[in-house]
């Protein structure tokens, strides 16, 4: 499979625990992106990384969230002191600076999501 | 920041008919808008999109318009089949940086 993993695809854990998200882009983009999606809304734009520098946060992303993609290539997304409120489906997804083949521009491509429930 | 509104919320099309989703966005820098379909359960995936350098594009039975002066775009899918049924997000970015998303249209074709 060559498109966006991520890991793992559901989480249940307690109010008050730490929970880490991994995200496996496509190869060759060089930009990865983080949403949270709760349901009946859109993807809500959390962060994004070029290569391995993160250069845009929302300032939905609290103290408690932090992202880090350390070589460029994969990322992990970590909630500390996870809330009630946390609970949704985060999505990544990444994207080429280069038009695709059906010549759209910068497609972002998203992957499974993983579903966070805290209890 | 950005802010996208989309409407309607929920439309429901006999097959056959036309749908129209519209959306609006407030940040004049955007020059990218993106539409995806997203199927129950499963991730969104981009269906059409559209520069600010270009007021219409078409694949098929989709198009999008961009009206840049009045900051709103839609996407138009013609002939509707039971399967174009999901919910689509139009969204607004400047450059594909912070991408930001509408609320979602849930598309139900009737057969």
């Known amino acids: 499979d060559t498109g966006v993993s991520q890991d793992p695809r559901h989480k249940i854990t307690k109010r008050g625990q730490n929970v880490t998200f991994r995200c496996d882009p496509i190869?060759?983009?060089?930009?990865l992106y983080w949403y949270r999606q709760t349901l009946g809304q859109g993807p809500e734009f959390l962060t994004y990384?070029?290569?391995?520098?993160?250069?845009?946060k929302s300032r939905l992303l609290s103290d408690r969230f932090s992202a880090e993609r350390p070589k460029g290539s994969f990322s992990t997304l970590e909630i500390q002191r996870t809330e009630q409120g946390d609970s949704a489906m985060y999505l990544c997804?990444?994207?080429?600076?280069?038009?695709?083949?059906?010549?759209?521009?910068?497609?972002?491509?998203f992957g499974p999501g993983t579903r966070l429930t805290v209890l | 920041g950005e802010n996208v509104e989309q409407h309607p919320s929920t439309l429901s099309v006999q097959e056959g008919d036309s749908a129209v989703i519209k959306c609006t966005y407030s940040d004049s820098a955007s020059n990218y808008f993106p539409w995806y379909k997203q199927e129950l359960g499963k991730r969104p995936q981009l269906i059409i999109d559209?520069?600010?350098?270009?007021g219409e594009k078409k694949d098929q039975r989709i198009a999008v318009t961009l009206n840049k002066t009045a900051k709103h775009f839609s996407l138009h899918i013609t002939e509707t089949q039971p399967e174009d049924s999901a919910v689509y997000f139009c969204a607004a970015s400047n450059n594909n940086n912070d991408m930001r998303f509408g609320a979602g249209t849930r598309l139900t074709v009737k057969p």
């Open positions: 190869s060759e983009h060089n930009r």
């Open positions: 990384f070029q290569n391995e520098a993160q250069l845009e």
């Open positions: 559209i520069r600010s350098n270009v």
């Open positions: 997804a990444s994207s080429s600076p280069w038009r695709n083949p059906s010549g759209a521009y910068n497609e972002q491509f």
